[in-house]
């Protein structure tokens, strides 16, 4: 089983719609991480955001939000008004006590299309 | 600081051939590791080290091994590559504490023929 379920293998939109892209993750530890990366279409990985276990505020960066629901184990990330410079892979990513290492586990990653 | 750096960026190779993919960081980074991403399965884990002469196995670890005799450099080794190594090979380091996050290389770009 899927420690990471990016159940949206790919999403399309215009420019300037609202998007959201579901991470549900599995874990039985009590303290882990999660994280988001982009991967636009140049191939580089880049960090996003990192949320840990014991905090479930949501959080607010420009255009970009974050939802994180300990109750429903997931943390979905929302794109408000999106650009064509949004398209990329997105990734959603665990880090638990892996023999100590907390390395993450990703999940398979939404594309994400933006129209003009 | 150069971060993560990965060479070659592209390489072919034969059925059978062997060959190191190199990875190193500039940031003093205890952990590092290694990812192959292919269509449609996101990202695998294939090796990690958690500091110079320790190594462990990730998800994927089979036909691949891995030496850690530095902090900065942390070499991934194909044997004896198959059809089924044609991927693109990630590596990242962090800092050592539990939530930081990877800081990724820019990639190779694997075929084997």
């Known amino acids: 089983a899927q420690k990471v379920t990016q159940a949206q293998t790919e999403i399309s939109v215009v420019e300037k719609e609202d998007v959201t892209l579901d991470c549900v993750y599995e874990?039985?530890?009590?303290?882990?991480?999660l994280f988001w990366y982009k991967q636009p279409p140049s191939g580089e990985l880049v960090f996003l955001i990192r949320?840990?276990?014991?905090?479930?505020q949501n959080e607010i960066s420009g255009r970009y939000s974050w939802n994180f629901q300990k109750s429903t184990s997931s943390f979905n990330f929302t794109i408000t008004a999106s650009q064509v410079v949004d398209s990329a892979v997105y990734f959603c990513?665990?880090?638990?006590?892996?023999?100590?290492?907390?390395?993450?586990?990703f999940g398979r990653g939404t594309s994400l299309i933006v129209h003009p | 600081n150069a971060g993560v750096t990965q060479t070659p960026k592209f390489q072919v190779l034969k059925t059978g051939q062997s060959m190191t993919l190199q990875c190193a960081q500039d940031m003093n980074h205890e952990y590092m590791s290694w990812y192959r991403q292919d269509p449609g399965m996101g990202l695998r884990l294939i090796h990690y080290?958690?500091?110079?002469?320790?190594?462990d196995q990730g998800e994927v670890p089979n036909g691949y091994n891995v030496s850690r005799s530095t902090t900065e450099d942390f070499p991934l080794r194909l044997l004896s590559a198959a059809p089924s190594q044609t991927s693109v090979y990630f590596c990242?380091?962090?800092?050592?504490?539990?939530?930081?996050?990877?800081?990724f290389g820019p990639g190779t770009r694997l075929t084997v023929l």
């Open positions: 874990t039985r530890d009590t303290t882990y991480y």
């Open positions: 990242a380091s962090k800092r050592g504490l539990e939530g930081n996050e990877q800081f």
């Open positions: 990513a665990l880090s638990e006590a892996r023999r100590g290492s907390y390395i993450p586990t």
């Open positions: 949320r840990n276990s014991f905090d479930e």
């Open positions: 080290s958690v500091g110079a002469g320790i190594t």
